[in-house]
């Protein structure tokens, strides 16, 4: 969550961990009168790994919101479970939409016989370890560090300053 006033830049990750350095690094980078703050509450069931950050994201930056204006009477701080069950509640009071029946049909795609075998147990293992060592994998670490989150920063600036200019030429904002 940002707040451009007080340029102030709040995060916080479901599962408690700390903004990544890299992260971190480049948003000082892009936004360098910026104070950052990492709220660490843990929210997500790490043995379940119930992946319901959607709605965590919803209900923290609420709260955020509310600590930031020092409301701590509105203050949730769901855990999944409750964010969900808070959410079933919202959801069980909107009316169905009508059902449409559509005019395409739609034919199943032919599988390759190597697409249709089922994974060995020693193939998802390797996958699972990969995904594990890429995601600890740091950019932190490479010799270049400070120059390739330089350059990062200034194509997103780039990148950016395009996007408007793209809108202010199309009358979808002024300048």
């Known amino acids: 969550m940002t707040d451009k006033k007080a340029k102030t830049l709040w995060y916080q990750d479901s599962y408690g961990t700390e903004m990544r350095q890299e992260l971190k690094d480049f948003l000082k980078a892009i936004l360098p009168d910026y104070k950052i703050t990492c709220f660490n509450q843990i929210q997500q069931d790490i043995s379940r790994n119930d992946c319901s950050c959607y709605l965590l994201a919803e209900y923290n930056i609420l709260d955020m919101w509310h600590r930031k204006n020092n409301r701590p009477d509105l203050l949730k701080e769901f855990t999944s479970d409750e964010a ?54 740091r950019l ?36």
């Open 140 to 175: 932190t670490q490479e010799k270049n560090y400070k120059e390739i989150i330089k350059q990062a920063a200034q194509k997103a600036t780039t990148a950016h300053l395009l996007y408007k200019q793209g809108l202010i030429d199309l009358n979808l904002i002024s300048r």
């Open 84 to 137: 969900r069950a808070d959410v079933w509640n919202m959801v069980k009071q909107i009316e169905a939409a009508p059902q449409v029946q559509t005019t395409k049909t739609f034919k199943p795609r032919k599988i390759k016989a190597s697409q249709n075998e089922v994974l060995s147990k020693k193939y998802l293992l390797q996958c699972q370890k990969n995904t594990y060592r890429d995601f600890k994998y």
